[in-house]
């Protein structure tokens, strides 16, 4: 497949997607003669361009034609380069790849107390978001899952349009209402015909089927995984309806996510779940951000992952405004699979339940170097690889290895030993549970080499592992080590992620085509549900990362989402599509740019914008020198009230608020304030963060400060 791929690039053709810009019949959906106007003029407009009509034809494989105004189609550089130049093109980019971004979660968000469901937990109020209807573009879906059941179910909302593609046996019901597969933009860039086995709906991979289930998967008693998280498995949204767009093969293709965007809008979802992202991209060459204003502006929202690219700032995908971003972070429950040495020290680890051993029952533990096989190197050895161990050295015994993975259980397994302990070999590497052959725990490199230190120090070493799932006792949220943090890339005034919820070691369905890994699901927790956030864990301390660091905003955005605040918020900041037009005139986006976004014609204000002023739920300045002032307006969706400002200053920054009280005398009522900050002389060049809350002494709304002050050095 490499071959065909550099064989395509080397003779200078490739797959784009031709973004043609506004609708005709504006934000109404086209009619099927409309379709077979707009199909036949882009054959036209390419056909212009390559000479021949019929060429285009074959060119094109997508278009999009319901919501979305373009196609998508393999062409040559000089094509590319004739069609950019037509008045008709709001954009062409080419049709680049987004990688995946890969039970005790609902009572940890406080929907349930002890298993059970109190009757002012949010999940009652919003009946469990009964018709809701939930997209989800990723993998595909497993139809067969329980998760997926429609046992009680009522008929089919109304105003669903969509279908199910029933290739590979595929088979939808009440409860997944529709099941479709997109690979045409796949295909272009593979640069040959795919498979059949290709034509299906059907999820192998498991992300998908992972994600759809947490976002809106139905009740399933006796849910656990191998023995750990034992409990009721369900969704956010355990009675909405859901509806799977395979848009992710090898990754997951702009063509694709564009098609299933659009199909997805016409099909007449309420919600659209995305767990998937690529490098930042500039909204109008970004099928993501494209895609995503035109379901927004259709009263869709949707949630995307901030990404799992960890580690450096400066990574998090899925910038736009209208994109809800959400990090990744842990809950409180811990698969704690712990070592007790001969001399009674305990070192804790971390595994999956496969503890079958008999509790309290020393066992000789051996390195596995000491175990080697003959003619097989020490290194080999020590990573436990195939075929490294001798059977006679490891039979009955637990086993030390360097480094982790579940394929060291195997061959230790395979050797006859009993157990295992592995063990990281950089002091930063973050441990997560697996499901392994054996009895294991995974330890730190520190801990690691305090085991190993008793080893070589006591004559008849031994050791026994324990297990359980704990839960209560651990401390969370804490950002997880994959999850990407700001700041914005493309738009630094704009915070991303907007907010953190539980993204590791999530219980759900999943595929049978696979089985489970220890993966990241953060963005499907909370999908219909509105929040407000805390920035404080369950031990009443600042949200920490993996190293116990205390975060910030760019880690977590707003905060951690709290559910069951959302039934009462009492203030919101209001944004619709013209605010996001008018965020877009503000960054310079030009006439033919606005086209890509906007149905008609768009003005932008004739007082220039500032882009510091969209009505966003935080404040961002990257670059303060002297002072700014920037306006936001609240809307009371609550009972009348009078709020009073809270000002947390950033360290260097002075804040005013004007004015510090704002009275609502009714509902819907909104009113506007201002925020001046400025830099002392002593601010430091490195961004540091506040906050502001609005408070009736009942409710407390909050906005993250972030700001930098601007570098005397620079332009």
Same mark, same amino acid.
């Given at each position: 497949?490499?071959?065909?791929?550099?064989?395509?690039?080397?003779?200078?053709?490739?797959?784009?997607?031709?973004?043609?810009?506004?609708?005709?019949?504006?934000? &109404?959906?086209?009619?099927?003669?409309?379709?077979?106007?707009?199909?036949?003029?882009? +054959?036209?407009?390419?056909?212009?361009?390559?000479?021949?009509?019929?060429?285009?034809?074959?060119?094109?494989?997508?278009?999009?034609?319901?919501?979305?105004?373009?196609?998508?189609?393999?062409?040559?550089?000089?094509?590319?380069?004739?069609?950019?130049?037509?008045?008709?093109?709001?954009?062409?980019?080419?049709? &680049?790849?987004?990688?995946? +971004?890969?039970?005790?979660?609902?009572?940890?968000?406080?929907?349930?107390?002890?298993?059970?469901?109190?009757?002012?937990?949010?999940?009652?109020?919003?009946?469990?978001?009964?018709?809701?209807?939930?997209?989800?573009?990723?993998?595909?879906?497993?139809?067969?899952?329980?998760?997926?059941?429609?046992?009680?179910?009522?008929?089919?909302?109304?105003?669903?349009?969509?279908?199910?593609?029933?290739?590979?046996?595929?088979? @939808?019901?009440?409860?997944?209402?529709?099941?479709?597969?997109?690979?045409?933009?796949?295909?272009?860039?593979? %640069?040959?015909?795919?498979?059949?086995?290709?034509?299906?709906?059907?999820?192998?991979?498991?992300?998908?089927?992972?994600?759809?289930?947490?976002?809106?998967?139905?009740?399933?008693?006796?849910?656990?995984?191998?023995?750990?998280?034992?409990?009721?498995?369900?969704?956010?949204?355990?009675?909405?309806?859901?509806?799977?767009?395979?848009? @992710?093969?090898?990754?997951?293709?702009?063509?694709?996510?564009?098609?299933?965007?659009?199909?997805?809008?016409?099909?007449?979802?309420?919600?659209?779940?995305?767990?998937?992202?690529?490098?930042?991209?500039?909204?109008?060459?970004?099928?993501?951000?494209?895609?995503?204003?035109?379901?927004?502006?259709?009263? $869709?929202?949707?949630?995307?992952?901030?990404?799992?690219?960890?580690?450096?700032?400066?990574?998090?995908?899925?910038?736009?405004?209208?994109?809800?971003?959400?990090?990744?972070?842990?809950?409180?429950?811990?698969?704690?699979?712990?070592?007790?040495?001969?001399?009674?020290?305990?070192?804790?680890?971390?595994?999956?339940?496969?503890?079958?051993?008999?509790?309290?029952?020393?066992?000789?533990?051996?390195?596995?170097?000491?175990?080697?096989?003959?003619?097989?190197?020490?290194?080999?050895?020590?990573? @436990? !690889?195939?075929?490294?161990?001798?059977?006679?050295?490891?039979?009955?015994?637990?086993?030390?290895?360097? +480094?982790?993975?579940?394929?060291?259980?195997?061959?230790?397994?395979?050797?006859?030993?009993?157990?295992?302990?592995?063990?990281?070999?950089?002091?930063?590497?973050?441990?997560?549970?697996?499901? +392994?052959?054996?009895?294991?725990?995974?330890?730190?490199?520190?801990?690691?080499?305090?085991?190993?230190?008793?080893?070589?120090?006591?004559?008849?070493?031994?050791?026994?592992?324990?297990?359980?799932?704990?839960?209560?006792?651990?401390?969370?949220?804490?950002?997880?080590?994959?999850?990407? !943090?700001?700041?914005?890339?493309?738009?630094?005034?704009?915070?991303?992620?907007?907010?953190?919820?539980?993204?590791?070691?999530?219980?759900?369905?999943?595929?049978?085509?696979?089985?489970?890994?220890?993966?990241?699901?953060?963005?499907? $927790?909370?999908?219909? $549900?509105?929040?407000?956030?805390?920035?404080?864990?369950?031990?009443?301390?600042?949200?920490?990362?993996?190293?116990?660091?205390?975060?910030?905003?760019?880690?977590? %955005?707003?905060?951690?989402?709290?559910?069951?605040?959302?039934?009462?918020?009492?203030?919101?900041?209001?944004?619709?599509?013209?605010?996001?037009?008018?965020?877009? @005139?503000?960054?310079?986006?030009?006439?033919?740019?606005?086209?890509?976004?906007?149905?008609?014609?768009?003005?932008?204000?004739?007082?220039?914008?500032?882009?510091?002023?969209?009505?966003?739920?935080?404040?961002?300045?990257?670059?303060?020198?002297?002072?700014?002032?920037?306006?936001?307006?609240?809307?009371?969706?609550?009972?009348?009230?009078?709020?009073?400002?809270?000002?947390?200053?950033?360290?260097?920054?002075?804040?005013?608020?004007?004015?510090?009280?704002?009275?609502?005398?009714?509902?819907?009522?909104?009113?506007?304030?201002?925020?001046?900050?400025?830099?002392? &002389?002593?601010?430091?060049?490195?961004?540091?963060?506040?906050?502001?809350?609005?408070?009736?002494?009942?409710?407390?709304?909050?906005?993250? $400060?972030?700001?930098?002050?601007?570098?005397?050095?620079?332009?």
């Amino acid at each position: 497949m490499g071959s065909v791929l550099q064989l395509a690039h080397d003779k200078g053709n490739g797959s784009y997607v031709v973004y043609l810009g506004r609708n005709s019949h504006g934000s &109404e959906s086209s009619s099927a003669l409309d379709i077979s106007k707009k199909t036949e003029s882009y +054959h036209e407009l390419l056909g212009s361009c390559m000479k021949s009509k019929e060429k285009a034809k074959e060119a094109i494989f997508y278009s999009y034609s319901s919501y979305i105004n373009g196609f998508a189609a393999t062409l040559e550089d000089e094509e590319v380069d004739e069609i950019s130049k037509r008045p008709e093109v709001a954009s062409i980019f080419p049709n &680049e790849e987004s990688e995946l +971004h890969t039970t005790r979660s609902w009572e940890f968000l406080g929907l349930e107390r002890n298993g059970k469901i109190p009757p002012d937990s949010i999940w009652v109020k919003a009946r469990f978001g009964e018709d809701v209807i939930i997209g989800n573009l990723d993998t595909g879906v497993w139809p067969e899952s329980e998760s997926f059941s429609d046992e009680g179910m009522g008929p089919i909302p109304s105003k669903w349009k969509g279908y199910c593609d029933t290739n590979d046996r595929v088979k @939808c019901n009440r409860k997944l209402i529709g099941a479709r597969y997109f690979n045409k933009g796949f295909q272009a860039s593979v %640069g040959q015909p795919l498979d059949p086995s290709y034509n299906t709906a059907r999820d192998t991979d498991g992300h998908g089927t992972h994600t759809l289930a947490t976002a809106g998967g139905r009740f399933v008693s006796g849910a656990n995984f191998l023995g750990s998280a034992n409990g009721t498995a369900k969704g956010g949204s355990p009675n909405a309806r859901v509806a799977s767009y395979k848009v @992710c093969w090898r990754g997951c293709n702009d063509a694709d996510v564009l098609a299933a965007f659009d199909a997805a809008i016409q099909d007449g979802v309420d919600i659209l779940s995305v767990s998937l992202g690529s490098r930042p991209r500039h909204y109008f060459g970004h099928g993501i951000s494209m895609g995503s204003f035109h379901a927004v502006k259709n009263g $869709i929202l949707v949630a995307c992952s901030a990404g799992n690219s960890g580690g450096q700032g400066g990574r998090v995908s899925n910038v736009a405004p209208w994109i809800l971003t959400v990090a990744a972070s842990t809950i409180d429950r811990n698969f704690a699979s712990n070592v007790i040495l001969g001399n009674n020290r305990l070192f804790k680890g971390l595994s999956f339940n496969t503890n079958t051993l008999p509790a309290r029952k020393y066992y000789p533990l051996v390195y596995s170097v000491d175990a080697k096989a003959a003619n097989v190197s020490a290194l080999s050895a020590q990573s @436990c !690889s195939p075929e490294s161990l001798d059977p006679e050295k490891v039979k009955g015994k637990i086993v030390y290895c360097l +480094h982790a993975s579940v394929e060291m259980s195997w061959v230790v397994a395979q050797a006859g030993g009993v157990g295992v302990i592995l063990a990281d070999q950089l002091p930063q590497a973050t441990i997560s549970p697996q499901a +392994h052959f054996l009895p294991t725990a995974h330890v730190s490199a520190a801990d690691g080499l305090s085991i190993l230190a008793y080893i070589y120090s006591t004559r008849h070493p031994v050791a026994y592992i324990s297990g359980a799932t704990e839960v209560g006792a651990v401390a969370a949220p804490i950002m997880a080590s994959f999850s990407s !943090s700001g700041p914005n890339a493309i738009n630094p005034e704009i915070l991303k992620p907007d907010i953190t919820a539980p993204g590791v070691d999530i219980l759900a369905a999943y595929t049978e085509a696979s089985g489970p890994t220890s993966q990241s699901f953060d963005k499907p $927790i909370f999908h219909s $549900i509105l929040y407000l956030a805390t920035t404080t864990s369950n031990v009443r301390q600042p949200i920490a990362t993996d190293f116990l660091q205390e975060s910030n905003p760019f880690d977590y %955005g707003s905060g951690h989402i709290r559910p069951s605040r959302a039934m009462d918020p009492g203030l919101v900041y209001d944004l619709n599509p013209k605010d996001y037009l008018n965020f877009l @005139c503000s960054i310079g986006y030009n006439a033919t740019e606005m086209s890509a976004f906007a149905d008609e014609p768009y003005n932008c204000p004739s007082k220039n914008s500032s882009l510091l002023d969209l009505n966003y739920p935080s404040i961002t300045v990257p670059n303060l020198s002297g002072k700014v002032t920037l306006t936001r307006t609240l809307k009371n969706v609550g009972t009348p009230g009078l709020y009073t400002a809270r000002i947390n200053a950033p360290e260097g920054i002075t804040v005013k608020v004007e004015p510090m009280r704002l009275k609502f005398n009714k509902t819907n009522e909104e009113k506007s304030f201002k925020v001046t900050l400025k830099a002392e &002389e002593n601010a430091s060049d490195f961004y540091a963060f506040g906050g502001l809350v609005w408070s009736d002494g009942v409710h407390n709304v909050r906005s993250p $400060i972030v700001v930098k002050k601007k570098d005397a050095g620079s332009a």
